[in-house]
């Protein structure tokens, strides 16, 4: 019998008699990749030997070899497989995507590290953030399991928003401006308006799990007429239409009384929550009638923020047009 001795499995024990006699060089003279590999390894003084379960087969191939050529093997490491969340090998529905369509959607480094190093791997019984200097640290091949790991899509999206919040304010600033330049349309000008993205850049933060959220959750920054969308989604949250003009209208007039040199984030916030007792709704109620009518949808980044960013005249304007599409 040949004996496998795994870090991650412990001791395996193969029977020889259930063991094929293999190939070590083809008929052409070039060796197999059962020889090959055990070459290789041995010249590059390899130490450790980690690779995938669906390997195990092939070891006492391998160990074999290193007996008969009297070579001294390196440490075994049979890795788990990882499997979708719903434990089947990896398609691409469950996570079985290219590494770099991870960057491209805007996965963050740091996220992606600490989400691949708890598959099948743990510190303790408690971590669940990791940097790459404290894996560093304390990885060991000892705390690996045997058992396969589960690729769960919604825990690398819960740490990419954490790392997201947790990153200081100029490296985000940064990442606003890059993906924003990167994914809003080509006719808003650039280069693009850097007190614009960095009044915008901390709204985002609490709102953001992908980099590539951050262009339409923007854009209506930055052009002057107001966004694209149907005229159905001024009533979708209030009911009717009826309800939203009255939405409107009383916040028109709110806002209108405000004057250019008290447009702030407060005057605004006031101005809209005063219009529960007139209108007789909750602000949650009616608010994404006004969403809507500033940003093209009914949710987004803070609105009153929003509104003091985009000014006065082109938050009037917006509300105005979204008034006449209602008749």
């Known amino acids: 019998m040949t004996v496998l ?4 499995r412990g001791e395996v024990v193969f029977e020889n008699a259930l063991q094929d006699d293999f190939v ?3 008929s052409d ?3 197999t990749y059962h020889l090959a590999v055990v070459v290789d390894d ?3 003084a390899i130490s450790h030997c980690i690779r995938g379960d669906e390997w195990i087969s092939s070891a006492p191939k391998h160990i074999q070899l290193y007996e008969a ?7 075994w490491a049979h890795l788990p497989l990882i499997l979708g969340p719903d434990h089947k090998k990896l398609s691409k529905r469950s996570g079985d995507t290219a590494l770099l369509d991870y960057r491209e959607r805007g996965y963050l480094p740091e996220a992606m590290l600490n989400f691949l190093a708890f598959l099948g791997w743990s510190l303790d019984d408690h971590t669940t953030i990791i940097s790459a200097e404290e894996l560093t640290r304390h990885f060991d091949l000892a705390r690996v399991v045997p058992n396969p790991a589960v690729f769960d899509i919604e825990r690398l999206n819960y740490l990419n928003g954490h790392y ?5 304010e100029e490296r985000w600033v940064r990442l606003v401006a890059e993906w924003a330049d990167r994914g809003l349309p080509a006719s808003i000008p650039r280069p693009l308006d850097e007190a614009v993205v960095r009044a915008a850049a901390p709204l985002l933060r609490e709102r953001v799990t992908l980099l590539e959220e951050i262009p339409g959750l923007i854009a209506f920054l930055f052009t002057y007429d107001a966004p694209e969308y149907e005229t159905a989604l001024l009533a979708e949250r209030v009911g009717d239409a009826a309800t939203a003009v009255r939405v409107l209208d009383e916040a028109l007039v709110r806002l209108d009384a405000i004057g250019e040199g008290e447009w702030t984030t ?6 809209l929550r005063g219009l529960e007792e007139p209108l007789g709704m909750k602000l949650r109620k009616f608010i994404p009638v006004l969403y809507v009518a500033v940003m093209g949808r009914p949710t987004g980044i803070p609105l009153f923020d929003s509104a003091a960013i985009l000014g006065r005249e ?4 917006r509300l105005r047009a979204a008034r006449a599409r209602l008749g």
């Open 5 to 8: 001795h795994d870090v991650v």
């Open 24 to 26: 070590m060089l083809k």
């Open 29 to 31: 003279g070039f060796p």
């Open 42 to 44: 041995t010249a590059m």
């Open 69 to 75: 050529l009297g070579w001294e093997q390196p440490a």
């Open 164 to 168: 997201i919040r947790a990153m200081d």
């Open 266 to 271: 407060a005057a605004v916030e006031a101005a």
């Open 314 to 317: 082109r938050t009037l304007a």
